[in-house]
């Protein structure tokens, strides 16, 4: 597996071999709950200064829980609720940069301070989202934006 720690290319290269990693993955597997698992387990260790990782699924016109990597969280989210539901609803990445100053935001875990959720999306349809948080303000910036926008691509081919 990929180190991370070790590897001394860019942040974008970083991403590219995240991105290698989660198709090698993935390939000739079918099974949802399978690859969800592998690819939050795949960015916990990729990611650093992030405290939960992990996938909420749409099912009967709310998030629910999926597979993740952190403490217990919110199992129901509903659409335009909080940064998940927001960006679910709305269909688009949402980058924050501080968690206490967005309207509405769910606290799941009180250690969160920033956050990304990535839409997945099939056939146009947002099927889920991506959702990570981190406990420092502004973890995330615009490459990560496009290398976790990237994953989710390749993953919801998977799902």
């Known amino acids: 597996m990929f180190n991370v720690e070790t590897y001394k290319g ?3 290269k970083k991403y590219e071999m995240l991105h290698k ?3 090698a993955l993935l390939e000739g597997e079918t099974n949802q709950i399978a690859n969800l698992s592998n690819a939050s ?5 990729f990611l650093d200064q992030t405290n939960w990782v992990g996938f909420y699924l749409m099912e009967d016109g709310e998030l629910v829980l999926g597979p993740f990597q952190g403490l217990p969280a919110c199992v129901r989210i509903p659409l335009g609720k909080g940064v998940c539901g927001t960006a679910a609803g709305e269909n688009r990445t949402l980058r924050v940069e501080d968690v206490h100053a ?3 935001h769910i606290a799941c875990d009180a250690a969160s301070q920033s956050e990304i959720v990535v839409p997945l999306e099939k056939n146009g349809i947002v099927i889920g989202v991506l959702d990570i948080d981190s406990p420092i303000k502004k973890r995330f910036d615009e490459e ?3 290398g976790l926008e ?3 691509t ?3 081919e998977y799902i």
């Open 144 to 146: 990560d934006q496009k």
């Open 10 to 12: 860019t942040k974008g």
């Open 21 to 23: 990693q989660l198709s």
């Open 102 to 104: 967005f309207p509405g």
């Open 154 to 156: 390749i993953l919801s």
């Open 41 to 45: 387990a795949l960015l916990n260790q």
């Open 150 to 152: 990237r994953f989710a």
